[in-house]
């Protein structure tokens, strides 16, 4: 078999341009496109990892501030807490403050009530007190109770002990006014008389004596003279009765069993004021 030499040169020659000109037009390109692709896929890579590490920035700084919002938000809740506890104790305060005025006004208003009742009483306890006394003096003795009281007080003065008899003879003898009689009914000649010769007899002197009436009070009678008071009236009688009065009043007021009842008034002895 003949080789055919010149066919074979054609065939090489062709298949040289053949490979020339794959190279030239086909796979150049092709390694080109591969290069630009590897470069931009390694450009996102690196894209994807600066915005994969922004992401993971932007979340920690997320975190943070999640953190110190959690921190503020907890300050904020004890703050309101302790603002809210102290507004709740102010307005206790200021209900137990209420509280406690309405209550002292309350006592006072029962304080006052206790008073007008127990000078109500009182009133009418003198009334009826000079009523039944002058009524039982005139049938029993047919004396009025205002001549009962003069003759009282003089046969007390006559009665006074030691001491106060020694003090009241001490400002007769150092005054320079008359002594004064003061009552709250006019005295009669002989009610006068009977004081007077009392003090004369009793400080065995000529005792300078001037009678005033004083129609405002509680029947009684009463001698000053230097600063010197000596005084008998039923208005002791009066206070003491008071005084049980308002405790029996107190005791009503509360739930006690048992409760003592006002006893008995008792006569008070005559009375030397310095």
């Known amino acids: ?26 796979y150049k390109p092709i390694l080109n496109a591969i290069d630009a692709r590897e470069k931009r896929i390694a450009a996102e890579l690196a894209d994807a990892d600066t915005k994969k590490a922004e992401s993971q920035k932007e979340r920690d700084e997320f975190q943070a501030k999640n953190k110190a919002f959690d921190g503020q938000r907890a300050a904020l809740m004890a703050k309101v807490a302790d603002e809210a506890k102290a507004e709740r104790e102010r307005l206790l305060g200021e209900a137990h403050k209420e509280v406690d005025e309405l209550r002292a006004k309350q006592e006072s208003s029962l304080r006052s009530e206790r008073t007008r009742l127990s000078v109500e009483i009182t009133r009418l306890a003198t009334g009826e007190v000079f009523e039944i006394a002058r009524k039982a003096l005139a049938d029993l003795a047919t004396v009025s109770l205002e001549e009962r ?28 006014e008359p002594a004064v009689v003061r009552s709250t009914f006019d005295l009669g000649t002989e009610q006068r008389a009977a004081i007077q010769n009392a003090l004369n007899e009793d400080f065995s002197a000529e005792i300078h004596v001037r009678f005033e009436t004083v129609p405002v009070g509680i029947c009684g009678i009463e001698m000053t003279v230097n600063g010197q008071k000596v005084a008998w009236n039923i208005a002791d009688y009066l206070s003491t009765l008071e005084q049980k009065v308002g405790a029996f009043v107190d005791a009503q007021s509360e739930p006690a069993e048992g409760a003592a009842q006002p006893g008995p008034v008792e006569m008070p002895p005559l009375r030397s004021v310095a």
């Open 1 to 26: 078999m003949l080789i055919d030499w010149f066919t074979v040169g054609a065939q090489v020659l062709n298949f040289l341009v053949l490979v020339w000109l794959l190279k030239r037009f086909l």
């Open 149 to 176: 009281i003069g003759e009282v007080f003089t046969r007390r003065l006559r009665e006074m002990d030691a001491k106060a008899k020694a003090s009241l003879a001490g400002a007769l003898r150092t005054s320079s």
